[in-house]
């Protein structure tokens, strides 16, 4: 469903250098070499730390972002040649922003993409209540999204890319700051969604309670590389004398544990002229 | 692309102008205050002009009438037309990062973005231009066009002043993409639309070279070219070309400078 082969993309930033008016172009790899593959039906958990080259993938995955090397197919199209067609087989939610109106009813941003995606009005009206009563959005569907709160507004941004039913979702770390209820909620709603209906699921999160209940399989990226790709289990192995996954996981950052080879370099530095 | 289909594209873009519209009606308060703002400087720039035109009758062929309905029509034309400077909300997309989801939608960022301004546009058009006008009518009296044709013409003249308007703002607001943050730009711009629109002064009275130059860029098409259509003081068929002109200019702009945004997207954050 989703396969990349040796992805990387470099962006050329302009630094100021000491001297007056001077700027020299330097080269900064957020992901590079990046090769995986996700099997339909699976839930995948995509770690790293801050900067490691997350996002970045997402946006390469969804066509907005072109890779300078390497190839990748998402639902077995070239994601930057056809973004517009890819769209209607992919879902896509950023925890930290929204797709909805929010001046106007939840239930306004919905019919907005039933006409964005050519959705027929039976099936639309068929998947609006299935989602509406999963995600609990009864209450609050006419009701303007900038009063919403953000437990509300998430849910309304997850029903929003799967009212066209693809078969691929990517979230982009979609329980942040919500409370333990409907972190709860969402991870059932997810749970379900991919077991019921086999929609491949891709997850960047920092809370590891998602992982833990959500994915069968997780990869870590750090300096824009894979360093991780295993079950769950596998990951706690990496470690086997931490106790809890936060340490698992925290090693695999700092470079403690034995995936991580290369010496500790942030991104922001990572500079080659 | 067949009829059915562009069918379906267009409705979509009428149902963004749509909630466009419905999205600024929300802010009811600030089209309030922008009416009755509007409406006293109307007033003000009455009188300024009225003694203008009586000191030196004639100028730049208008009369005393024709001055005061100009004034009143560009007070009308504030806020469909964003004399006074409106960014886009784009761009504070662009510098928030937001617009990744806009870029990721199967549809025209362009044509989005100006279906909404669109909506915009009709809304302040209803609220912020005809009670300032009816004011200024009652006051001071008002010359009106004279046939349905001469009306249609204002119409669509008008219709041309928003999209070279949105046509420009709309490039303003993209230019965040290369210089990351609109507010020099967009100084610029509220400087240049206010002064070389007419809004200022009509641009009839700019003198030589000057005059030239006002008469022959996109921001006379905002405000000077349908207050003439308006007041018949211009050939309607040049003066809808040239507005024509310049949208498709401004426009072809910006589906060009789109597509630069779309190959060297830098979004920021997250």
């Given at each position: 469903m989703i396969e990349l082969e040796g992805v990387g993309r470099s962006f050329t930033v302009r630094r100021r250098t000491g001297r007056l008016l001077r700027r020299e172009k330097a080269v900064v790899h957020a992901v590079r070499d990046l090769s995986f593959s996700v099997a339909p039906g699976e839930f995948v958990?995509?770690?790293?730390?801050?900067?490691?080259?997350?996002?970045t993938t997402i946006k390469m995955m969804t066509g907005i972002l072109t890779p300078t090397e390497g190839r990748l197919r998402v639902a077995g199209l070239d994601p930057s040649r056809r973004r517009t067609v890819l769209a209607r087989r992919i879902g896509v939610v950023f925890g930290q922003r929204t797709t909805l109106w929010w001046d106007l009813p939840l239930r306004d941003s919905f019919e907005l993409v039933r006409h964005l995606y050519k959705v027929d009005r039976n099936t639309f009206r068929q998947r609006l209540d299935e989602l509406t009563e999963l995600l609990e959005l009864t209450s609050f569907l006419h009701t303007p999204v900038r009063q919403l709160s953000l437990g509300q507004r998430m849910r309304g941004d997850i029903a929003a890319a799967l009212l066209h039913a693809p078969p691929v979702l990517v979230l982009d770390e979609p329980t942040i700051g919500l409370d333990v209820v409907s972190k709860a909620a969402l991870r059932a709603f997810l749970s379900e969604l991919?077991?019921?209906?086999?929609?491949?699921?891709?997850?960047?999160?920092?809370?590891?309670?998602?992982?833990?209940?959500?994915?069968?399989?997780?990869?870590?990226?750090?300096?824009?590389?894979?360093?991780?790709?295993?079950?769950?289990?596998?990951?706690?192995?990496?470690?086997?004398?931490?106790?809890?996954?936060?340490?698992?996981?925290?090693?695999?950052?700092?470079?403690?544990?034995t995936a991580a080879a290369e010496p500790a370099q942030q991104l922001g530095s990572s500079v080659a002229q | 692309m067949p009829a059915h289909r562009r069918g379906v594209v267009f409705q979509l873009y009428l149902r963004i102008a749509g909630y466009g519209f419905r999205r600024h009606s929300t802010y009811r308060a600030a089209a309030l205050a922008g009416a009755f703002t509007n409406t006293i400087f109307g007033v003000l720039r009455a009188y300024v002009l009225i003694a203008l035109w009586e000191a030196r009758p004639g100028l730049g062929g208008y009369d005393v009438a024709d001055a005061v309905t100009f004034c009143f029509l560009t007070q009308a034309f504030i806020g469909p037309m964003q004399v006074f400077?409106?960014?886009?909300?784009?761009?504070?997309?662009?510098?928030?990062g937001d617009v990744a989801i806009d870029l990721m939608r199967p549809a025209s960022l362009q044509l989005w973005t100006m279906a909404d301004d669109m909506g915009r546009a009709a809304y302040l058009f209803l609220v912020r231009s005809v009670p300032p006008t009816l004011v200024g009518a009652a006051l001071f009296g008002i010359t009106v066009p004279d046939s349905p044709w001469h009306w249609s013409a204002f119409g669509v003249s008008f219709v041309m002043g928003v999209l070279v308007s949105f046509g420009w703002?709309?490039?303003?607001?993209?230019?965040?993409?290369?210089?990351?943050?609109?507010?020099?730009?967009?100084?610029?711009?509220?400087?240049?639309?206010?002064?070389f629109s007419g809004m200022v002064l009509p641009l009839n009275l700019f003198p030589g070279w000057l005059g030239a130059f006002a008469?022959?860029?996109?921001?006379?098409?905002?405000?000077q070219v349908p207050a003439d259509v308006y007041l018949?003081?211009?050939?309607?068929?040049?003066?809808?070309?040239?507005?024509?002109?310049?949208?498709?200019?401004?426009?072809?702009?910006g589906a060009f400078a789109t597509a630069g945004a779309r190959r060297k997207v830098v979004i920021q954050g997250g």
């Open positions: 958990g995509y770690l790293g730390p801050n900067g490691a080259g997350k996002s991919n077991a019921e209906r086999g929609t491949t699921v891709l997850l960047t999160t920092h809370d590891l309670g998602d992982v833990e209940r959500l994915c069968n399989r997780v990869m870590v990226i750090d300096q824009g590389r894979l360093s991780f790709d295993g079950t769950v289990e596998d990951l706690r192995a990496t470690a086997p004398d931490e106790s809890s996954i936060e340490d698992v996981v925290a090693r695999l950052y700092t470079g403690g544990g | 400077g409106g960014t886009l909300q784009l761009a504070q997309r662009v510098r928030s703002r709309y490039l303003v607001a993209l230019s965040t993409c290369w210089i990351n943050d609109d507010r020099g730009v967009n100084a610029l711009s509220v400087i240049l639309t206010g002064f008469n022959a860029a996109p921001w006379a098409a905002m405000v018949g003081t211009r050939e309607v068929w040049g003066a809808l070309a040239f507005q024509g002109a310049w949208a498709a200019v401004l426009l072809g702009l």
